[in-house]
């Protein structure tokens, strides 16, 4: 059975979880990869765990994009329990707390070399967007939106 608990960046386990996305995220991309700039977790106030028997195996969170979208950050899921649908469960959890404060649109984004994350955005409505804001240089990122109506 999988819990998922609403909790913010300060969490211990969050914590945790954000190092190994940060190691297989340099394993992928490199350890310099224009992206990583955009991965401080101090400022985010809407962070989603998903627990197995007392154990976070996932995490996600979302911050204010604009006054009607929120930016969905930090989506990990542990590669042993990859398989079982555990990120489409803190998507959709984070895609409900989005309309709870008022979001109608989550936009995203995620490097190249990431086929199972944009498997994962496709399969849940997500279309593929122009590279947004500071992304529009870096040409091997790939940006998601979703409208939440």
């Known amino acids: ?3 998922i608990k609403r909790t913010d960046s300060k969490n211990a386990e969050f914590k945790k979880l954000v190092e190994l996305l940060n190691a297989d995220l340099a394993e992928r991309d490199g350890k310099t990869h224009p992206l990583s700039q955009f991965n401080n977790i101090s400022n985010l106030y809407h962070v989603v765990l998903a627990v197995k028997e007392g154990k976070a195996i996932g995490c ?17 899921v542990s590669p ?3 398989g079982q649908r555990i990120g489409e469960k803190i998507l ?3 895609e409900s707390w989005s309309k709870e404060l008022g979001s109608t649109k989550c936009l995203l984004f995620m490097g190249s ?13 997500y279309a593929s967007i ?7 240089g870096i040409p091997d990122s790939l940006c998601f939106a979703k409208d939440l109506l």
């Open 1 to 3: 059975m999988i819990e």
């Open 60 to 76: 996600g969170a979302i911050s204010e994009y604009d006054v009607n979208t929120m930016e969905i950050k930090r989506m990990y």
């Open 80 to 82: 042993k329990t990859r």
């Open 92 to 94: 959709s959890e984070l």
């Open 113 to 125: 070399k990431q086929p199972e994350a944009s498997a994962l955005y496709n399969r849940n409505g």
């Open 130 to 136: 122009p590279n947004y804001g500071p992304l529009k």
